[in-house]
């Protein structure tokens, strides 16, 4: 299996030899990917590798030295940080440059997607990380974007509001159907989520693993491990 193959016809981005480099540093070097609609990527890499440069690029906030991203439409993109405005309400940080008529009623849509529609005019400082990254979740799909790219949103959470983070971005995936790469140090968290499974090693994508792999998870888990430098046999004393 080719790492760019996927099954999705409708093509949420395509990248072709992209490259992006900091003065001689080369951070992505030629490299290619296909999302399709609906499909749900999981980018893992150690720290350096060009994980980030790579969402960065996708979302249009860095510039590239070689190569060609047709992503149809503006992608949306949810950070590690909230980035809610403090001095709007909920339903404005959701509402922020959205086109056409009546925003507060597709606000309001979108907090009740998240389970905060009885919040729409509450204040950021009000909401727990978990809250503040469901809003953050809401003002990116309201868009209606074919691709979404996540940027560890879920790292900064508790253990057990990161499940109900899982469980709920899953949900408005399959909603929505945007294409998504999420940028995640986590393997637990790629397996939980992911459709495919991409480690970037040196700027390129180096391998690839479904989900369904006849393995099941716990073989899954392994291997990434070992492929991210990690011994899986330690022994337990």
């Given at each position: 299996m080719s790492p760019t193959s996927v099954t999705s016809s409708e093509s949420a981005v395509t990248v072709s030899g992209l490259t992006r480099a900091y003065g001689p540093r080369v951070?992505?070097?030629?490299?290619?990917?296909?999302?399709?609609?609906?499909?749900?990527?999981?980018?893992?890499?150690?720290?350096?590798?060009?994980?980030?440069?790579?969402l960065?690029?996708?979302?249009?906030?860095?510039?590239?030295?070689?190569?060609?991203?047709?992503?149809?439409?503006?992608?949306?993109?949810?950070?590690?940080?909230?980035?809610?405005?403090?001095w709007d309400t909920l339903w404005q940080n959701v509402s922020l440059g959205l086109p056409g008529a009546d925003p507060r009623k597709r606000a309001a849509a979108a907090?009740?997607?998240?389970?905060?529609?009885?919040?729409?005019d509450d204040w950021p400082r009000n909401l727990s990380g978990g809250?503040?990254?469901?809003?953050?979740?809401?003002?990116?799909?309201?868009?209606?974007?074919?691709?979404?790219?996540l940027d560890e949103p879920f790292a900064a959470l508790d253990a057990l509001t990161r499940i109900r983070m899982h469980v709920l971005v899953k949900?408005?995936?399959?909603?929505?159907?945007?294409?998504v790469l999420l940028v995640t140090h986590d393997v637990d968290e790629a397996i939980a989520l992911a459709d495919r499974i991409l480690v970037m090693?040196?700027?390129?994508i180096a391998s690839e693993h479904r989900a369904?792999?006849?393995?099941?998870?716990?073989?899954?888990?392994?291997?990434?491990?070992?492929?991210?430098?990690?011994?899986?046999?330690?022994?337990?004393?």
């Amino acid at each position: 299996m080719s790492p760019t193959s996927v099954t999705s016809s409708e093509s949420a981005v395509t990248v072709s030899g992209l490259t992006r480099a900091y003065g001689p540093r080369v951070v992505i070097d030629r490299l290619d990917l296909r999302i399709g609609r609906g499909e749900f990527v999981a980018l893992l890499g150690e720290s350096g590798c060009g994980k980030t440069t790579l969402l960065r690029a996708l979302a249009g906030l860095d510039p590239i030295q070689g190569g060609h991203i047709d992503a149809p439409g503006r992608p949306a993109v949810v950070f590690q940080e909230h980035r809610l405005l403090p001095w709007d309400t909920l339903w404005q940080n959701v509402s922020l440059g959205l086109p056409g008529a009546d925003p507060r009623k597709r606000a309001a849509a979108a907090l009740v997607e998240v389970g905060l529609g009885d919040r729409l005019d509450d204040w950021p400082r009000n909401l727990s990380g978990g809250q503040a990254q469901r809003v953050a979740l809401a003002r990116a799909l309201v868009q209606e974007p074919r691709l979404l790219l996540l940027d560890e949103p879920f790292a900064a959470l508790d253990a057990l509001t990161r499940i109900r983070m899982h469980v709920l971005v899953k949900e408005l995936v399959a909603r929505h159907q945007p294409g998504v790469l999420l940028v995640t140090h986590d393997v637990d968290e790629a397996i939980a989520l992911a459709d495919r499974i991409l480690v970037m090693r040196n700027g390129v994508i180096a391998s690839e693993h479904r989900a369904d792999t006849h393995g099941g998870p716990a073989a899954s888990r392994d291997q990434l491990l070992r492929e991210l430098g990690v011994a899986t046999n330690l022994q337990v004393a």
